[in-house]
């Protein structure tokens, strides 16, 4: 590694600062010791964490000796936990990661960060690329930032699954794609693939960069990696200020059913030969090429469900086996919503439309149930998914009379503080409801999440 690369790599590597103290469990081994929320956990055995990997490995056994900080005072103090076989040590910390957040690199062509609205908030262009967020969160990262310690870390500790993304494997693709770095994560990669961790593994496919051909060779090279055990294909998507793409999948019915179709062998080799489906696309891409999702067997358990694979195929058959084993809720809600003369309404994205449809028939025959999706305008190219619907859009295309109403927003367009992409928050948005005569409600948008919570408001 060169020292260049070596002082890159250091720069997304802040000092640790110890471990922050969020809360601590009454009677707890942490209790007993004296250590309280605000307090910062120094060393454990000797060692300074960096983050909780660190933590519950060093605090594995029954005792664990610890430099505790007291920020009232400015003292540092040692102490001795133990505690009981199975017992938990009863602190929680403020963040997983104690010296910081790794960051991106990369200049890859297809970032959405790169594709903000000038006014988007400083928060929203943080571009993380952490291995220990893909070991924890399920995050995707590149592994171009990695050094050798991390990788003998990695391999050491057992950190897997590793969630990666790779996008292309011909050394000219990847660089134009992703930049400078670009090698080092192929390095990275290989050396995991050589010690047996399992990866799950993902390629956001531009058009005209990365698909066709090149497509073929990473699928050529995956497909002879077995602890790769599952690669989701994902399109690329654009915002209306992206300064490089105005166009995607999404926007070409044949280029997506050609994407389908070079998918198949592999699939069809991979359920020969393993048993499972192994190469996922993303339901954009049955959406986009108007082709029906696969069932249920051809996900493989859904390893990869949180980036959009098999979320639609997910819902339409918990819908259906709603329908069947919960019918006398079903008929509750309608009946409710009937004498009260009222309606309900399933706020999404475009994207989603047709497969929400399908739950708010089966739940209403009688159309007391619909969907409305809403029209990004805020981000605008081909965005379109549920998650990134934001305020302003919202509240310009429902209805200024929504009275006899129930507008069912989606939980997944408000983040953790309760607040929008756009910065609006979650109260102010239902107070606009209710100012308009409207009754609002927020669910998870899953078939059995969204009948509980209608049928916990009416019935």
């Known amino acids: 590694m060169t020292e260049q690369k070596r002082a890159d790599y250091a720069s997304t590597r802040p000092q640790a600062d110890g471990a922050w103290v969020a809360r601590v469990e009454e009677g707890s081994p942490a209790w007993d010791a004296g250590i309280e ?61 104690f010296d910081g957040i790794r960051t991106c690199l990369n ?68 660089r134009k794609m992703i930049g400078a770095h670009a090698a080092r994560g192929v390095e990275v990669l290989e050396a995991l693939c050589e010690a047996g961790v399992e990866v799950h593994a993902q ?46 999948f999404s926007d070409d019915v044949e280029a997506s059913r050609a994407v389908v179709r070079l998918i198949e062998p592999y699939q069809e080799r991979a359920r020969a030969q393993l048993g499972n489906t192994r190469f996922q696309l993303s339901d954009e891409f049955y959406v986009d090429a108007d082709l029906p999702v696969p069932p249920a067997e051809t996900y493989d358990g859904y390893p990869q469900f949180y980036d959009g694979i098999g979320m639609l195929r997910s819902f339409l058959d918990e819908s259906a086996l709603m329908r069947s084993e919960r019918a006398g809720e079903c008929e509750a809600v309608n009946a409710a919503l009937a004498k009260g003369g009222l309606g309900a309404v399933l706020v999404c994205g475009e994207a989603a ?60 367009m408000f983040n953790f503080d309760h607040v929008t992409l756009d910065g609006d928050t979650q109260a102010h948005i239902l107070d606009e409801i209710r100012a308009r005569g409207g009754t609002p409600v927020i669910s998870e948008p899953s078939p059995g999440k969204l009948l509980d919570c209608l049928h916990g408001l009416l019935v």
């Open 37 to 97: 929320p605000g307090m910062r956990i120094v060393t454990v055995n000797g060692v300074e964490p960096r983050d909780i990997i660190d933590w519950r490995w060093e605090a594995d056994g029954g005792w664990c000796d610890l430099e505790v900080f007291d920020p009232t005072d400015g003292t540092t103090a040692s102490c001795e936990l133990e505690r009981e076989p199975g017992e938990d040590w009863g602190i929680e910390f403020t963040d997983v990661l």
């Open 107 to 174: 200049a890859c062509v297809f970032c959405f960060m790169a594709m903000l609205p000038k006014e988007a908030r400083a928060t929203l262009t943080l571009r993380d690329d952490d291995y220990r967020l893909s070991f924890l969160q399920g995050n995707f990262v590149t592994l171009t930032n990695v050094t050798d310690e991390d990788v003998e870390r990695i391999i050491t500790c057992g950190l897997e699954p590793m969630n990666v993304s790779i996008h292309a494997i011909s050394a000219d693709v990847r």
């Open 203 to 248: 390629i956001v496919l531009c058009p005209g960069i990365n698909d066709g051909e090149e497509l073929h060779r990473t699928l050529d090279w995956v497909e002879k990696r077995a602890n790769i055990t599952s690669l989701a294909i994902v399109p690329m998507g654009y915002t209306k200020h992206s300064k490089r793409f105005d166009r995607s």
């Open 353 to 412: 439309e047709k497969t929400i449809a399908v739950f708010a028939r089966l739940l209403s025959p009688e159309g007391r149930v619909w969907t409305q999706a809403i029209l990004n305008d805020y981000f605008g190219g081909d965005v379109n998914v549920t998650g990134l619907i934001v305020s302003c859009d919202l509240l310009a295309q429902l209805a200024d009379d929504l009275t006899d109403t129930v507008v069912v927003l989606p939980e997944v």
